[in-house]
């Protein structure tokens, strides 16, 4: 039997907490077999990203058309492009349709402030999406707006699923907005708000890579969108709640996958 396959495309982190190997993680744990193609290596820790180092474009292409001739996912998801040479590799795959039910994570900067993806390269690769996750900041640099509420989110995602994606989600986990983390779907059938408690923690670094990579394996494992979407929110509030006390690092630990 052949297991679902699903392929991460993203940056690796030394600290493991995010990118590829929080993905792997992911996959693992929700028992698809998990393929990778790296898009950066990034020296980093739970305090942040010391240093990135972008992968050639020509070297993402070449992991690429290794795993989609041999290994063929069955659901895709990208997160830290990296740069606009990657992004087009990964748009070129994705325009020939060989990246089935794909979700873009548009990964625009660390939480500790370090630039990891270009808001042009995503653009072109959005069409192609049929899930996109950005969290407020990255909605707020697509859309051009600031996005700061519940309503702006719901604004933000209309807006950017009129660009191609069939579903988007703008999550609100990093909005101080009280006890409630508010995800807003935006769905053909129009905006959904998905709540839950919020999880006080500072072992939170991760947390989209986690949502993205979640959402991407149950697509694998043959859930439609909003199933998908629902269990990984489930999933990421497992994951933050079962490593609140933990002590990685002096910095933003990560979830426990
Ligand atoms: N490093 C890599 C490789 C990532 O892909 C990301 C986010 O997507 C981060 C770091 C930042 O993670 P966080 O903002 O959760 O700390």
Same mark, same amino acid.
């Given at each position: 039997m052949t297991p679902p396959i699903a392929l991460t495309v993203a940056g690796s982190d030394s600290g /493991? %907490?995010?990118?590829?190997? /929080?993905?792997?993680?992911? =996959?693992? /744990?929700?028992? &698809?077999?998990?393929?990778?193609?790296?898009?950066?290596?990034?020296?980093?820790?739970?305090?942040?990203?010391h240093d990135v180092y972008p992968i050639p474009g020509n070297v993402v292409g070449a992991q690429l058309t290794a795993l989609l001739d041999d290994m063929p996912p069955l659901a895709t998801k990208t997160?830290?492009?990296?740069?606009?040479?990657?992004?087009?590799?990964?748009?070129?795959?994705?325009? /020939?349709?060989?990246?089935?039910?794909?979700?873009?994570?548009?990964?625009?900067?660390?939480?500790? %402030?370090?630039?990891?993806?270009?808001?042009?390269?995503?653009?072109?690769l959005l069409p192609y999406a049929l899930v996109a996750t950005p969290n407020c900041e990255e909605a707020s640099a697509l859309v051009g707006w600031p996005v700061a509420t519940p309503a702006d989110m719901a604004g933000a995602a209309g807006q950017l699923a009129a660009g191609g994606?069939? =579903?988007?989600?703008?999550?609100?986990?990093?909005?101080?907005s009280g006890d409630e983390a508010v995800d807003a779907m935006w769905t053909d059938a129009g905006v959904r708000f998905l709540r839950y408690p919020r999880i006080a923690t500072r072992n939170t670094h991760g947390t989209g890579c986690t949502f993205s990579a979640a959402i991407a394996a149950r697509l694998a494992l043959g859930d439609a969108v909003p199933?998908?979407?629902? =269990?990984?929110?489930?999933? &990421?509030?497992?994951?933050?709640?079962?490593?609140r006390e933990w002590k990685l690092g002096s910095g933003a630990g990560p979830l426990d996958h």
């Amino acid at each position: 039997m052949t297991p679902p396959i699903a392929l991460t495309v993203a940056g690796s982190d030394s600290g /493991a %907490g995010a990118g590829i190997q /929080a993905d792997l993680k992911v =996959f693992a /744990a929700l028992r &698809v077999y998990g393929t990778s193609v790296v898009t950066a290596v990034t020296a980093q820790n739970t305090r942040g990203v010391h240093d990135v180092y972008p992968i050639p474009g020509n070297v993402v292409g070449a992991q690429l058309t290794a795993l989609l001739d041999d290994m063929p996912p069955l659901a895709t998801k990208t997160g830290m492009l990296a740069s606009g040479e990657v992004a087009a590799a990964v748009t070129a795959k994705a325009r /020939a349709g060989l990246l089935p039910n794909l979700v873009v994570d548009p990964v625009l900067e660390s939480s500790s %402030g370090r630039r990891l993806g270009v808001v042009s390269a995503i653009e072109r690769l959005l069409p192609y999406a049929l899930v996109a996750t950005p969290n407020c900041e990255e909605a707020s640099a697509l859309v051009g707006w600031p996005v700061a509420t519940p309503a702006d989110m719901a604004g933000a995602a209309g807006q950017l699923a009129a660009g191609g994606p069939k =579903f988007v989600v703008v999550t609100g986990g990093d909005l101080a907005s009280g006890d409630e983390a508010v995800d807003a779907m935006w769905t053909d059938a129009g905006v959904r708000f998905l709540r839950y408690p919020r999880i006080a923690t500072r072992n939170t670094h991760g947390t989209g890579c986690t949502f993205s990579a979640a959402i991407a394996a149950r697509l694998a494992l043959g859930d439609a969108v909003p199933q998908a979407v629902t =269990f990984a929110k489930q999933y &990421v509030a497992r994951a933050l709640a079962d490593a609140r006390e933990w002590k990685l690092g002096s910095g933003a630990g990560p979830l426990d996958h």
